[in-house]
């Protein structure tokens, strides 16, 4: 069983910047695609990025492309997402996922463990 641990969400003006990390526990995540999804209030949770094991293999949703970057460190067993030029739509609960399968998928269903989340708010 692993354990999944979101950090660094707060209040961040349009523009600005924030980094978040999710922390694993109780297993090693180094083999496992690992994935950032976010979810607004009365809508689904939606796909952000996703990085395989090795980090070779990155996927983005088109509308964080080029503003989010995620990277991973196995040896810390830690996932990280950068987000800079924060829009007011980025505003969401940030999630983290482990898949066990071998693709770093966009969609949901294939991850296996979550985390309880991070709180983004990004306001004008």
């Known amino acids: 069983q692993v354990q999944l641990a979101e950090s660094g969400g707060g209040l961040v003006q349009a523009g600005g910047s924030l980094r978040l990390s999710c922390a694993a526990s109780?297993?090693?995540?180094?083999?496992?695609?690992m994935g950032w999804f976010r979810q607004a209030p009365g809508k689904e949770r939606d796909f952000v990025a996703a990085i395989s094991w090795s980090g070779m293999y990155i996927r983005y949703a088109d509308s964080v492309k080029g503003r989010f970057t995620i990277s991973r460190d196995n040896a810390k067993n830690t996932v990280y997402l950068e987000m800079s030029n924060l829009k007011l739509e980025d505003t969401a609960g940030y999630y983290c996922?482990?898949?066990?399968?071998?693709?770093?998928?966009?969609?949901?269903?294939?991850?296996?463990?979550w985390g309880q989340g991070t709180q983004v708010t990004v306001s004008s």
């Open positions: 996922g482990l898949s066990q399968g071998p693709w770093a998928t966009r969609t949901r269903q294939t991850y296996d463990y």
């Open positions: 109780g297993r090693s995540i180094s083999t496992s695609v």
